[in-house]
């Protein structure tokens, strides 16, 4: 009784399963035909064979398929249930198809047991009775079963005995060691039933569970084709739709260095289509220096790879660009068959590093002419005040006279060359007062007309009377330099070497008009001209042609239109290429009161006042002759190079103005009026400073808080004396006029 409910449990285990809800077949069942053994052996052949043929047929779907297989088993199976389970996540199984007899009744679900499902989950055929557990295709030694729960053998065994449950045969189906579920046979007791399953039933069911065992594994297989398939697709639209996107250009060759795949960013960088690039020789079509493509090769002949290798490549319309290549060889089957790598435009970055290299080299020249003003003014110093002193001279010849006169113009052209110099290299010199366009023209043309002569250019000039205007000559005239400078070097290969100069007034403004019949600036380089460090000469020209032997900084215009814009004024460009070029400089009418630059004379403070000066410079000559100048006005005049020495004589003496340089190699003038401000005692003389270099404008803020005057070298002599002459007026309470400088 114990083992009849032991198998009735087991059955109630296939809840969901409808394996054993046979019930009500008395009455109405068929009684099974008496066939022949050989007959029957014959039939279940056939039966083999059918399967067999219908296994190589397609169907819709595999359930399809595993239907019609079930329809032809059943009737042969003395079976009034056959039930395909398939394996669901979790180990559970549901049934998906059945064949039933023509006639069963259904009778409810068993409860479901956990158990029964984990029979099932072994993957092992076995065979359920009213009498025990029967297993098959396994080794004797296993059972394979569990001890089943007291509460499922009780409700199992009422139901086994209500529904007339006789037998049960399980046989997995596996794709290799994977279970996917089972075929499930079932009998129920009647008086015309075979209680026994014919063996060659069983073999066909193992035929079945083969035919559905591949199936399976074929659809498997087809399943995780597709999927692989899938991925595939969209991991090929993935690295497609970044191919297409790279903002960098991806390539590779083949062995001999020909490109055969190409990104299309080629299109942006290089000018050339995907289409276009493929074939082309990697080194050769694409290297600019012969020198740069054969580094290429042996660096990665020697390392089997390049990181960010610099240089310079033609592009389609035949301009160069810095492109940095990564790239390495690729193999294929061991042997290296081309090479594959990134190439990034770094035009841009490049031209970046070599402006702040520019900068950095003007930063360095703005130093060196900064010292280099600072020795040279004072020996242009010396030689403007001696000559001054000499005309001074009442009894001197006119030849004489003559001579002076000379020198010292020549002396002040030095001393415009020199503030050239500093403008150029990035420094401020001069300041805003009242000039003539027109003079600072010719100014500038003395200053280049010895240059221009010797290289065959004649300058035609037109220049008209103008009105005076406030304006910083020494910067207008470093603009009007830069404009025939590149007028210049415009005509190199003109036949016709001439440039044209013209000064006027054009309603409020006066102009200076200065054309070429040179090469022109083509149009799309109209709008950067006065861009910082845009150039087409020298290396940055396009080929062999003229402008190529020329040096250029890139600086000129862009320095020339900052110092306009500052004068409220404008420059304008009209060019043509092939015919000329031709700039418009314009500056606003300011009113303002003329500067004359007469013959010096000697001018003192009226009456007889006499000051006590001390002079501080390193120079001898030029303690000298401020000494000799002064002293012809009237003062008394004491001099030294040394800052501790001055700082003991105010101490010591009475001394009304101290004349100072601020740069001195013992003490500097900014340390010495440190300690003149710091002594006690009320009795600070007048301190007037003068130097050769420029000052920033916060430094000279500075000094100009401390100083009466700050006056640059080299000056006229008329120019101290004035200086002088205001210093002791404001010593003395009355408010002094202030002069250009």
Same mark, same amino acid.
């Given at each position: ?40 052996? &014959? ?271 033609? &592009? ?112 401020? &010199? ?201 002293? &012809? ?109």
């Amino acid at each position: 009784m114990l083992l009849t409910i032991i198998v009735s449990v087991a059955l109630g285990m296939c809840v969901g399963i409808g394996v054993f809800a046979l019930v009500g077949h008395s009455g109405g069942t068929r009684s099974p035909k008496t066939v022949k053994p050989h007959r029957q052996m &014959t039939a279940f052949a056939r039966l083999r064979t059918d399967l067999w043929k219908l296994s190589s047929k397609d169907f819709e779907s595999d359930l399809e398929f595993f239907q019609v297989i079930l329809n032809m088993v059943g009737p042969q199976s003395s079976a009034q249930r056959i039930t395909y389970l398939a394996r669901e996540e979790g180990d559970s199984f549901i049934p998906r198809l059945e064949w039933q007899e023509d006639g069963t009744a259904h009778g409810d679900f068993l409860p479901f047991c956990a158990d029964i499902e984990t029979l099932f989950g072994t993957g092992r055929a076995f065979r359920l009775t009213s009498e025990g557990i029967h297993r098959t295709c396994l080794d004797e030694g296993d059972s394979g079963m569990q001890q089943l729960s007291t509460e499922c053998i009780e409700r199992v065994g009422e139901n086994f005995a209500r529904n007339g449950i006789v037998e049960l045969h399980y046989f997995p189906v596996k794709v290799g060691k994977k279970l996917m579920g089972g075929i499930l046979l079932q009998q129920c007791s009647s008086p015309e039933s075979t209680r026994d399953v014919p063996k060659p039933v069983i073999h066909i069911l193992d035929d079945v569970v083969t035919i559905l065992s591949r199936t399976l594994e074929k659809g498997l297989f087809e399943s995780v084709r597709l999927e692989m398939e899938e991925a595939l697709r969209r991991s090929e639209v993935k690295y497609r739709m970044i191919f297409e996107n790279l903002h960098d250009t991806y390539f590779r060759t083949d062995s001999e260095g020909r490109i055969i795949l190409v990104s299309p960013s080629c299109l942006k960088i290089f000018g050339y289509s995907s289409d276009e690039m493929m074939g082309m020789n990697f080194t050769k079509d694409l290297f600019f220096s012969v020198q740069e493509r054969d580094n290429f090769l042996k660096t990665i002949g020697l390392h089997g790879q390049v990181q960010e290798f610099e240089g310079q490549m033609r &592009t389609k319309d035949g301009h160069l660009l810095w492109v940095s290549t990564n790239a390495h060889y690729f193999s294929s089957e061991g042997e290296d068959i081309g090479f594959e790598g990134i190439l990034r435009d770094i035009t841009e970055r490049k031209s970046l590093e070599e402006q702040l290299i520019r900068a950095e080299r003007m930063a360095a020249v703005g130093t060196l002419a900064g010292g280099v003003a600072h020795e040279f003014n004072n020996i242009n110093l010396a030689v403007l005040g001696y000559s001054e002193l000499g005309m001074f001279r009442k009894d001197l010849p006119e030849d004489v006279k003559n001579y002076f006169k000379t020198i010292r113009r020549s002396a002040l052209r030095a001393k415009n060359i020199t503030s050239n110099l500093l403008t150029f290299s990035g420094g401020k &010199t001069g300041s805003i007062g009242s000039g003539n366009l027109s003079d600072v023209v010719t100014e500038t043309l003395i200053m280049l007309d010895h240059e221009v002569a010797s290289k065959g250019v004649h300058i035609v000039k037109n220049l008209r009377s103008v009105p005076h205007t406030m304006m910083d000559t020494t910067q207008i005239g470093q603009v009007i330099l830069n404009i025939l400078i590149n007028a210049h070097h415009a005509m190199i290969e003109s036949p016709d070497k001439t440039i044209t100069v013209e000064t006027g007034v054009d309603d409020a403004w006066v102009f200076v008009k200065i054309g070429d019949r040179g090469c022109g600036i083509p149009p799309e380089h109209l709008n950067q001209i006065f861009s910082p460090f845009f150039s087409t000469k020298g290396e940055h020209s396009h080929g062999a042609d003229a402008q190529s032997s020329v040096k250029g900084t890139g600086l000129g215009l862009s320095i020339s239109h900052t110092i306009v814009s500052n004068h409220k004024g404008s420059i304008d460009v009209v060019s043509k290429v092939g015919e000329g070029t031709t700039f418009t400089v314009k500056l606003p009418i300011v009113p303002t009161r003329a500067r004359k630059d007469s013959v010096p004379s000697q001018v003192g403070v009226p009456g007889a006042v006499c000051a006590t000066i001390l002079i501080l410079d390193d120079e001898p000559d030029l303690r000298q002759l401020l000494d000799t100048f002064l002293k &012809t006005l009237g003062h008394e005049v004491l001099t030294t190079g040394d800052g501790q020495e001055a700082l003991n004589i105010i101490g010591e003496t009475h001394v009304d103005i101290v004349i100072v340089d601020l740069q001195m190699p013992k003490m500097t003038g900014t340390v010495f009026l440190d300690r003149l401000h710091a002594a006690p005692g009320s009795a600070t003389p007048t301190v007037i400073v003068m130097t050769g270099k420029v000052m920033s404008k916060e430094r000279e803020e500075y000094h100009r808080e401390r100083v009466f005057r700050v006056i640059r070298k080299p000056f006229k002599l008329n120019e101290i004396s004035l200086h002088v002459s205001d210093a002791l007026l404001s010593r003395a309470g009355v408010a002094s006029g202030e002069h250009d400088i």
